[in-house]
């Protein structure tokens, strides 16, 4: 039991988040959020990092084919000049054309031009890393009379490399093919497509944390109100009915705060009410009893002086002396009961619980009892377990249970044995009375308990039970958190059992004895056909 | 001598029936009617057994019980309507000795009065000592330590009861028919509310008894000697 409450709570603990977000309005929201906008924000800053990174560079690349052919034109038309390759001033005019073509792009930064002769001529004019600058693909591109460009990375003079775009182009001259490449360094492109990406992210970080604190504040103005709600309910569930919301503006929350207070109110209301009925009721028991009790005091105490002198009497104002007597003892029982049903009713009926020794109780009782069942000429055979039982338990109430329930056997019981058994277990005891009179029909197991109930209307009363013995009983047993059953079969008798928990609020699991007697002890004990009264 | 009786009731009819059965048993019955008189009456009458009805006009029940018992350990028969444990307890705190409930039969009154009126006085000298309370049996003396505790009557009926068999372990019941004489099974009430009125007289610590022990699911038991 200890373990697996452990385990349980060890369970919980591990589940901690999970049983947050599942309590947490708020939570959810605001999670729900987070992950919602951060995936619209990572989307949208994607589509505009892209966008912008391609503008840039195909503006770029646009002024630089642009610049190129500029470039290329100038080139083609110095260069035409020339005779073949093995002109004396072919080495200056390149060199010129180059220094020129550079230096028209400004102040040197913006690009570099390398004008390549044919392969394998000329070296020193090209600069020793030009594989490094040039991309293989697009020299292969330009020797084919092709104009061209790539993304390439170009070493500074810090030994770094920088992205950098090459257009190529080839100048087609009386010396042979040159081929002319235009080299313009994307730092600055990229540069800014970093700091793009960088404000986009910190916007986006921004945004998202921006919106779940917008969610949570939100949330918040509705699930604080709500919460208070539940937590009005709960103190008022609990008893608490002066307990309020507080009313504030005019919106829905307002209207659902306003109407829980009209609820409670009403409530609070109605509690009174019932409690103000409650209270005259209690009153009203407690005053008839009082003036009821003393006029039949009188009554019966003159009932016995007559009963006592009826020696004296004319035999017919003795007899009535007799009868005087006997129908103000019944009178008196029937207004005993009455009263302590009404007191069952109006919810007075208070348990008064001692540690009691069951079986000194029945023994009691019994003994209590013995002028019955000799009246009766029933035997009782009692069947009590050796060692003590101790129950906490109201002596009286059970005292009463227990002679109402012997008193009903002995009336029934046909003057056959009539047992007794008590049994203890861990948490209950149990008291059973069995009978083997006329028994009960079907259905009659429940309808015992009812008040005023009599088995066959057509037989006459002829014992003095008042119709509300078992009621009481009943009553008794349930103040207790108990059980009072019925068994009973026509021509095998009844039984019935009572079960009490042996500690004082401990709720019942189980019977220590038996609703059915076993099978053999439920032989035939009388003719089929009577009933139980 | 059979004892004078006061009967303090509002209802006329029940008082003067009363007064009819127990002048038929012989004893002297005085009736008062209200609460407010009845202690004049009572100092006037000097009765050996009040009968007093719970609920009176004027002055409550419990408050002449209280009254009474201020003054006098004269043995105090209840007579209630209510069988309720809250009002017989509180009539038996407020000095009451044993209760009858309404509607009693004359047989039953008169046992009870008949009980209250009962006192073993064989004249042979009997001291016993509990711990540090020495009783003196026919002088009707209970001493702690050279100072006299006063009990009424039943308490002291109790307390010997109780002290003639130290350690015996006694049940409620056995102390009902042993002190308040009934024959049959009665109210375990009246022993749970004397032991605890007892306790606060004899005990140094009423919560934690030296005297009067409770022996759980059983009885009582007087404290080791």
Known sequence: MLSVLSRARQLTHRLAPVVAWRRSLQLRVVGTTLVASGIVVVLLGLVLLNQIADGLLHSQRKAAVAETSAGLKYAQGQLSVLGDRRDPALQATLLNVGRFLSDRGGSGTLYDVLILPPAGELEGVAPADVDLTVPPDLRLLTSRLQQGYAYTREPTPEGQLVPALVVGAPVETAAGLFELYYVFPLQSVEQTISLVRRTLLTTGL?????????????????????????????????????ERMVVRGEDDLAVLATSFNDMAASLQRQFAQLEELSRMQRRFTSDVSHELRTPLTTVRLAAEVLHAARADFAPEVARSAELLQAEVERFEALLTDLLEISRYDAGFAVLDPEATDVQALAARVVEALAPVAAHYGSELVVTMPAERLIAEVDPRRVERVLRNLLGNAFEHGEGRPVELTVAGGDDAIAITVRDHGVGLRPGDSSRVFHRFWRGDPSRSRQTGGTGLGLSISLEDARLHDGWLQAWGKVGHGAQFRL??????????????????????????????????? | MKGRILVVDDDLALAEMLGIVLRGEGFAVSHVSDGERALAAFREVIPDVVLLDLMLPGMSGLEVCRAIRAESGVPIVMLTAKSDTIDVVLGLECGADDYVVKPFNPKELVARVRARLRRVDDGVPEALSLGDISIDVPGHLVLRDGAPIGLTPLEFDLLVALARKPRQVFTREALLEQVWGYRHAADTRLVNVHVQRLRAKVERDPEHPEVVLTVRGVGYKAGPP
């Open chain 1, 206 to 242: 921004v945004l998202v944390l921006l919106l779940a604190g917008i969610a949570a504040l939100v949330t918040r103005q509705v699930v604080t109100p709500v919460r208070m709600a539940a937590h009005t309910a709960e103190r008022l569930a609990a008893g608490l009915l002066q």
């Open chain 1, 499 to 533: 079960t009490l928990p042996a500690r004082r609020g401990d709720a019942l699991t189980g019977s220590p004895l038996p609703l059915e007697p076993s099978a053999d002890d439920a032989r035939p004990a009388a003719p089929a056909g009577g009933s139980r009264a």
